[in-house]
């Protein structure tokens, strides 16, 4: 035995950690895809399942980083953020989302990602025992947390025949004694519902009422389309009493590998995870700040971004409807989520859609992720390779005959 087996820390497996034989999600699409590129040398495969824009930050952004990096100034630990980041932070929310009073040194703090924010924050919250209220299908490092932590995750299932909201009034009342938390995702990964104000009201009644923590994911929250403004659960009256929003400006400003991002709301909440981050990390790099601020100040680059992800959805359900698919065009995010095939024509059967997916990639070369969490789902991306509108056209026009030639059953 090796002498670390018995170190191993129990939430990691202990003893058992490393000796699981199941295999990720996503580890199962990389094998299939590769067997496929393999098979097929010649045929491009089409992937409709990358999670991260394909454009590259804007050229001012870079512009503002390469004139940051070399400031000597800017060398120093960033601990928990400068200010002028969080300034500008609270005036992006002020502007695009209405949300009024913010003062950036008590209701604002910076992170290094998504990610690490949403592992900081149940830290803050979260005792052995303690519940957290989770949405599936969905990001699950808040979910995971909770669990290192010793506490426990109940299951929300977003269902197409609510909106894919989730049901407040499902959770039992023997979990909502031990519930202190709620993790929300709008507009959502991997479904592109979006929230209403309604929906947000109704969360910040739950919250009060049962003395629960909410905490908003909103990474998609500007990726909106025809006409649905952009909504923050913090606009809603009551919700800075309740909970805290997490903000990224990975899809928005197209900066996943950045690291750049913040978490703004309820004072006290704010401060302890202000607490937790300054023990966890020593900020994120002054200059990549100061290139997120000239982000947040120039949002005509969410706008064009907005302007080419609709136009791709316009294509994509269009092709989805023609393959069978009840495709609709979402109103927020960069996913269309459709419910997977029964099997094809020619007899093939689909159990799951992790099954249409591993057929799809090694039959159609065409990369999706599946979704069985809540029902069989396909979620396709519209971040697909393609650099001009023509492009763009030849791809979906590429999608539509392969799809068409596997002959599907619903």
Same mark, same amino acid.
């Given at each position: 035995?090796?002498?670390?087996?018995?170190?191993?820390?129990?939430?990691?497996?202990?003893?058992?950690?490393?000796?699981?034989?199941?295999?990720?999600?996503?580890?199962?699409?990389?094998?299939?895809?590769?067997?496929?590129?393999?098979?097929?040398?010649?045929?491009?495969?089409?992937?409709?399942?990358?999670?991260?824009?394909?454009?590259?930050?804007?050229?001012?952004?870079?512009?503002?980083?390469?004139?940051?990096?070399?400031?000597?100034?800017?060398?120093?630990?960033?601990?928990?953020?400068?200010?002028?980041?969080?300034?500008?932070?609270?005036?992006?929310?002020?502007?695009?989302?209405?949300?009024?009073?913010?003062?950036?040194?008590?209701?604002?703090?910076?992170?290094?990602?998504?990610?690490?924010?949403?592992?900081?924050?149940?830290?803050?919250?979260?005792?052995?025992?303690?519940?957290?209220?989770?949405?599936?299908?969905?990001?699950?490092?808040?979910?995971?947390?909770?669990?290192?932590?010793?506490?426990?995750?109940?299951?929300?299932?977003?269902?197409?025949?609510?909106?894919?909201?989730?049901?407040?009034?499902?959770?039992?009342?023997?979990?909502?004694?031990?519930?202190?938390?709620?993790?929300?995702?709008?507009?959502?990964?991997? $479904?592109?519902?979006?929230? !209403?104000?309604?929906?947000? +009201?109704? &969360?910040?009644?739950?919250?009060? *009422?049962?003395?629960?923590? @909410?905490?908003?994911?909103?990474?998609?929250?500007?990726?909106?389309?025809?006409?649905?403004?952009?909504?923050?659960?913090?606009?809603?009256?009551?919700?800075?009493?309740?909970?805290?929003?997490?903000?990224?400006?990975?899809?928005?400003?197209?900066?996943?590998?950045?690291?750049?991002?913040?978490?703004?709301?309820?004072?006290?909440?704010?401060?302890?995870?202000?607490?937790?981050?300054?023990?966890?990390?020593?900020?994120?790099?002054?200059?990549?700040?100061?290139?997120?601020? $000239?982000?947040?100040?120039? !949002?005509?680059?969410?706008? +064009?971004? &907005?302007?080419?992800?609709?136009? *791709?959805?316009?294509?994509? @359900?269009?092709?989805?409807?023609?393959?069978?698919?009840?495709?609709?065009?979402?109103?927020?995010?960069?996913?269309?989520?459709?419910?997977?095939?029964?099997?094809?024509?020619?007899?093939?059967?689909?159990?799951?859609?992790?099954?249409?997916?591993?057929?799809?990639?090694?039959?159609?070369?065409?990369?999706?992720?599946?979704?069985?969490?809540?029902?069989?789902?396909?979620?396709?991306?519209?971040?697909?390779?393609?650099?001009?509108?023509?492009?763009?056209?030849?791809?979906?026009?590429?999608?539509?005959?392969?799809?068409?030639?596997?002959?599907?059953?619903?």
């Amino acid at each position: 035995m090796n002498f670390i087996d018995d170190k191993i820390s129990e939430r990691l497996g202990g003893r058992n950690f490393g000796k699981s034989t199941e295999i990720y999600k996503f580890e199962l699409i990389k094998r299939a895809k590769a067997a496929a590129k393999k098979e097929h040398p010649d045929v491009p495969l089409i992937d409709m399942g990358v999670g991260e824009p394909d454009w590259p930050a804007d050229p001012m952004v870079v512009q503002t980083l390469s004139e940051e990096a070399g400031k000597p100034q800017n060398r120093w630990y960033a601990d928990n953020g400068i200010l002028e980041f969080q300034e500008a932070a609270a005036q992006y929310l002020h502007n695009i989302y209405g949300v009024q009073g913010l003062n950036p040194s008590e209701h604002i703090v910076h992170g290094i990602g998504s990610k690490p924010m949403l592992a900081i924050l149940p830290i803050c919250f979260i005792n052995p025992g303690d519940v957290l209220l989770t949405t599936i299908p969905g990001y699950p490092v808040t979910a995971t947390y909770t669990k290192y932590l010793g506490g426990e995750v109940f299951n929300l299932p977003l269902l197409e025949s609510n909106s894919f909201l989730p049901d407040l009034s499902s959770v039992p009342e023997s979990i909502l004694k031990r519930s202190k938390a709620i993790y929300l995702n709008y507009p959502n990964n991997p $479904t592109g519902a979006t929230a !209403t104000p309604e929906f947000f +009201k109704e &969360v910040v009644e739950f919250a009060v *009422r049962h003395g629960i923590v @909410v905490i908003h994911d909103a990474p998609y929250a500007a990726l909106t389309y025809d006409g649905n403004k952009p909504l923050s659960f913090l606009s809603v009256d009551g919700a800075m009493d309740v909970g805290v929003e997490v903000h990224s400006l990975s899809k928005a400003f197209n900066m996943t590998g950045w690291r750049i991002g913040f978490v703004c709301g309820n004072p006290k909440a704010i401060k302890a995870y202000a607490t937790v981050k300054d023990n966890t990390d020593s900020g994120q790099f002054r200059a990549i700040q100061k290139a997120g601020i $000239t982000a947040l100040s120039n !949002t005509s680059i969410t706008d +064009k971004t &907005v302007e080419k992800y609709s136009r *791709r959805f316009d294509l994509l @359900v269009q092709a989805l409807r023609a393959s069978g698919f009840r495709a609709k065009k979402p109103k927020g995010s960069f996913y269309c989520y459709v419910q997977s095939p029964k099997g094809t024509k020619q007899g093939d059967k689909f159990n799951t859609a992790a099954e249409f997916s591993d057929f799809l990639i090694r039959h159609a070369l065409i990369s999706t992720v599946p979704w069985d969490d809540a029902g069989s789902y396909i979620r396709f991306s519209v971040t697909f390779e393609a650099d001009t509108p023509e492009q763009e056209i030849q791809v979906i026009g590429e999608l539509t005959r392969r799809l068409k030639s596997i002959d599907l059953q619903f």
